[in-house]
């Protein structure tokens, strides 16, 4: 199909076969009412003791604690502390209709999400095993080109992590609502994407992630390459003779420039080799 049609495969990530891949912490349910108490205190402490904090005053909510500040001499401390102490459990419940919110729409966002998955290294034996059906596939080497302005020129390389990637952590994500220091959620978001568990380093991966409220909800899509993108196709040393014998007729018809290689195992040590056979 890859090279009748000229076409890769992007996958939703939530048929990935690591159930952490596009996987990250937020705010912990259980830490709403802590979370709420923070908020309460910082934003009593950066009202009344603390003028080098500034609010950022092109967000509504920041230009309204700024105003609270401007006017704090005509409010009394400890009748913003009754008034917090009312609204205390109305904030955890808003709190956590909005987390409830917000992992649902993060769910659809990830069935309405696909990706391109690529490797660096062709000879990698565990990738070989594991995505090229125990040697018996294939592997193409994809060109990333210019003047043709192809998806690939936006790959990004995954980083590996020993520790579960964490949005925010609470401090930062109180100083956010206090609009203290705003963080650019969706910026971070997508660098979370990138980070897989340390386990999986072996892959030397590189991604490509589209999100489109019009794909439907979970499979894959399979989108078209210009032709020139396919440079090599390298031929598993465990293919069967009747797989090749068809790659080889295929690639002369619809891939023609496609240059074809020959896996063959190392005789010496745990390496593949390839011998050109186009």
Known sequence: MIIKNHTLRWSCPIDFNDPFD???????????EATTELIIQRFETYVWERDDVQFDETYPFGLTLAHFRRNRESIPREEFRKNAEIIRQQMVENGRRALFEWNRETEVMLLQTRVLCLAEKNDNLLMWAHYGSAH??????????????????????VRYSHEYPRLVDEGEFVDHMLCVRRIDMGKREAEL???KGVNWAYEHEWRVS???????LGGFIDFEEPAPVFGAIYLGCRMPEGDKAEILILAEESLPSMEIWQAVQGRNGYTLQFERLK
Do not use: C, W
């Open 22 to 32: 596009h996987r990250y912490a937020f705010i912990d349910e259980s830490r709403l």
């Open 136 to 157: 018996t596939g294939a592997v193409f080497k994809l060109n990333a080109m210019d003047d043709l302005d192809v998806p690939l020129l936006v790959a990004k390389q």
């Open 193 to 195: 994407l990138l980070v």
């Open 210 to 216: 589209l999100t489109d409220s019009s794909y439907p």
